[in-house]
């Protein structure tokens, strides 16, 4: 049973457009959700997160936003860059552990 | 300087054998974490360690084995590796908030796991 599912496992972008990545989970219980950016042969590194008390975080370029009720959150990159190509996971928090979702692969085309 | 760091890299073995991955961080976190990416690319939660405590300890096979000799190193034994261990392996660790509560987690570069 896949608690965090990111439905799209590719997005193909173009330089200078917005990125849109989406993530729905399935648990009330968590309380906090996070987005990883993964280049390859490289660990995962922490990009943004977002408490549940907020529906948006915003941080420079990246912007996280969040619906309790719809239980679905999304990463907004924008402008997007050529060095945005990454795999980007969603993760959500029950305060104990993170669970991830399977990843999204964003191509920012020149 | 690196801050969660993982040996090896890459680790190709037979069927059978016993072999251990490393980790460490120098960040001063109190917990750190077993992850395995398998083919589908899902990262899971394998074990979690807090002040060399074990606080998760997923359903995986009693052949894997964490250690934690102190709290900035949480090595992984795996023994008897079969061919459905192949995966890259990544470690992580978190600073807890107030309360315990775990939060952002930096991972390690992952270890490349084949077994032939």
């Known amino acids: 049973d896949q608690q965090v599912k990111q439905n799209s496992p590719s997005l193909s972008v173009q330089e200078g457009r917005i990125s849109i990545l989406n993530c729905d989970y399935t648990?009330?219980?968590?309380?906090?959700f996070l987005w990883y950016k993964k280049y390859p042969a490289e660990g995962p590194t922490f990009l943004i997160s977002?408490?549940?008390?907020?529906d948006k975080n915003e941080d420079g370029r990246f912007t996280v936003f969040l619906n309790k009720s719809a239980k679905h959150l999304s990463l907004h990159i924008v402008p997007s860059q050529p060095g945005d190509s990454a795999v980007y996971f969603c993760a959500a928090s029950d305060g104990v552990s993170l669970v991830f979702g399977q990843g999204t692969r964003l191509t920012i085309n020149p | 300087d690196t801050a969660v760091s993982q040996t090896p890299k890459y680790l190709v073995t037979q069927m059978g054998n016993d072999k251990s991955i490393k980790c460490e961080q120098n960040l001063g976190h109190d917990t750190m974490y077993w992850y395995k990416q398998d083919s589908k690319k899902f990262l899971k939660i394998m074990f979690s360690?807090?002040?060399?405590?074990?606080?998760i300890n997923e359903t995986v096979p009693n052949r894997f084995s964490p250690k934690s000799p102190d709290k900035a190193h949480l090595n992984l034994h795996i023994n008897s590796l079969e061919l459905g261990d192949s995966a890259v392996y990544f470690c992580?660790?978190?600073?807890?908030?107030?309360?315990?509560?775990?939060?952002?987690?930096?991972f390690g570069p992952g270890t490349r796991l084949t077994v032939l």
């Open positions: 992580a660790s978190s600073q807890d908030r107030a309360g315990g509560l775990v939060r952002e987690q930096f």
């Open positions: 977002i408490s549940s008390i907020k």
């Open positions: 648990n009330s219980m968590f309380d906090y």
């Open positions: 360690y807090n002040n060399k405590e074990l606080i």
